[in-house]
C-alpha cells in the first residue's frame, strides 16, 4: 500500500502552458505538504495544509495554487508556467501534531520538465 | 544564508571505509532529523534528535546531536555500496515547518 502517492511521476511540458499535480496520502493524517527540489537537491516547503486549511505560505510566485478537496488529497495547480519552475516535486504528509518529534511521509516526486 | 549547512557535499569512498557527515547551524533546535533520498524516491526519516548530546544508533549508522542542540552529524561504519543516496537533516522552524540543509551526496564505491 502507497502511503503517499502522487501523479504524474513525470511531467514535460511547454513553456506557458498550466498543469497541476495530484497527492494523496491514506495515512489519516491531518496536514500535507508541498515542496519543491531543485537540480541541486535544495528541498524546500512551498506549502502546508491542516485539515483543509493553509497553514504555510512561503514565498512562491502566485502561479502556483494549492487546492485541497478533502484532508486526504492536496493538488497543486500551476499556471503559465515557466523554465525555472523545472524542478522535482515532493507531497508529504503527517500526523500535524506540534511534537518536535513528528514525522512527515513523503511521495515519490514528481519529475517537472518545462521546455 | 543556509540555516542548517551540511558538509561535505559530496563524499565518494570505497566499501568498508567509515565516514561522518555534519550539519551544523548558529541556531538552536528543539529537535533535529536526518532523512535519506536514494534516486527516483522521496526523503525517508531516519532518525530524530531531541535532547542536546543525544546518539542514536541505527544499525552502523550513528547519529548525535550537539550539546548546544545547534548541531548534529551522521557515522557510517563499514559502509556499503547499499547506503549510497543523499542524506538531508532537517529541522523545525515553527510548528510544522521542515527546514532542509543543502544534503550530502553520499557514494560508496565496491
Known amino acids: 500500500d502507497t502511503a503517499v502517492s502522487q501523479t504524474p511521476k513525470y511531467l514535460v511540458t511547454q513553456m506557458g502552458n498550466d498543469k497541476s499535480i495530484k497527492c494523496e496520502q491514506n495515512?489519516?493524517?491531518?496536514?500535507m505538504y508541498w515542496y519543491k527540489q531543485d537540480s541541486k537537491k535544495f528541498l524546500k516547503i512551498m506549502f502546508s495544509?491542516?485539515?483543509?486549511?493553509?497553514?504555510i505560505n512561503e514565498t512562491v510566485p502566485n502561479r502556483f495554487s494549492p487546492k485541497s478537496p478533502d484532508k486526504a488529497h492536496l493538488n497543486l495547480h500551476i499556471n503559465s508556467l515557466e523554465l525555472g519552475d523545472s524542478a522535482v516535486y515532493f507531497c508529504?504528509?503527517?500526523?500535524?501534531?506540534?511534537?518536535?518529534?513528528?514525522?512527515?511521509?513523503f511521495g515519490p516526486g514528481t519529475r517537472l520538465l518545462v521546455l | 544564508t543556509q540555516l542548517l549547512e551540511q558538509s561535505p557535499q559530496f563524499l565518494s569512498i570505497q566499501e568498508g571505509e567509515n565516514l561522518t557527515v555534519y550539519c551544523n547551524s548558529s541556531?538552536?533546535?528543539?529537535?533535529l532529523q536526518w532523512y535519506r533520498q536514494e534516486p527516483g524516491e522521496g526523503p525517508v526519516l531516519l532518525v530524530t534528535?531531541?535532547?542536546?548530546?543525544e546518539v542514536k544508533k541505527l544499525k552502523r549508522l550513528t547519529f548525535q546531536f550537539g550539546d548546544a542542540r545547534k548541531d548534529s552529524s551522521l557515522h557510517i561504519t563499514a559502509a556499503q555500496p547499499g547506503d549510497t543516496g543523499l542524506y538531508l537533516c532537517?529541522?523545525?522552524?515553527?510548528?510544522?515547518?521542515?527546514?532542509f540543509g543543502q544534503g550530502t551526496r553520499l557514494t560508496i564505491n565496491p
Open positions: 508529504a504528509s503527517s500526523q500535524g501534531g506540534r511534537s518536535s518529534k513528528e514525522t512527515q511521509y
Open positions: 495515512l489519516g493524517h491531518d496536514t
Open positions: 495544509y491542516n485539515n483543509k486549511e493553509l497553514i
Open positions: 541556531s538552536v533546535f528543539s529537535s
Open positions: 534528535v531531541v535532547t542536546g548530546g
Open positions: 532537517a529541522a523545525l522552524q515553527g510548528a510544522q515547518k521542515l527546514v
